[in-house]
């Protein structure tokens, strides 16, 4: 059973909080500016991203968006939603099934799958949609908090 979450009231949730089947949403639209920008961070300029002549004679028929950079809209999730603030990314397996273009919506999704009290790790399904087609999936191994700091006075 799935429990759709938002944001915790204090940037994330912590590790006693956490349970299997709490499962957060995103929708991040591909862009042109997204592109170029994570072309620019990643140094990787591939013509089949950049270069719709290129791109047009390859099996895609255009230009497609990096997969890394889809694979990272999971980690918006991970760090902004669920768990959110102060969720440490330790491992993360990655599988793309279907090209994403510029002017994609991709719905991204991340539910709870396993919490590890002793380790305080907890297994994260990502898994990323566009018109409801799976591009990619993978399992996201992450360290949350076990407690909030006290509130500063």
């Given at each position: 059973m799935i429990e759709l979450v938002t944001k915790h009231p204090s940037g994330?949730?912590?590790?006693?909080?956490?349970?299997?089947?709490?499962?957060?949403?995103?929708i991040i639209p591909v862009t042109e500016a997204r592109i170029g920008q994570f072309a620019e961070a990643s140094d990787d300029f591939n013509p089949v991203h950049?270069?719709?002549?290129?791109?047009?004679?390859?099996?895609?028929r255009g230009r497609i968006a990096h997969g890394l950079l889809t694979a990272s809209f999971g980690s918006a999730v991970v760090g902004t939603i669920?768990?959110?603030a102060g969720a440490i990314y330790i491992a993360q397996t990655l599988g793309f099934h279907r090209p994403v273009r510029i002017g994609?919506?991709?719905?991204?999704?991340?539910?709870?799958?396993?919490?590890?009290?002793e380790s305080a790790r907890v297994e994260l399904a990502c898994e990323g949609f566009v018109e409801g087609q799976l591009v990619?999936?993978?399992?996201?191994?992450?360290?949350?908090?076990?407690?909030?700091?006290?509130?500063?006075?």
């Open positions: 994330g949730y912590i590790l006693e909080e956490l349970h299997v089947g709490m499962t957060a949403e995103k950049m270069d719709e002549a290129f791109a047009s004679k390859t099996a895609y669920l768990p959110g994609d919506d991709v719905m991204v999704r991340v539910s709870v799958v396993a919490v590890d009290p990619m999936d993978g399992v996201a191994t992450v360290r949350v908090p076990r407690r909030r700091r006290p509130a500063k006075d």
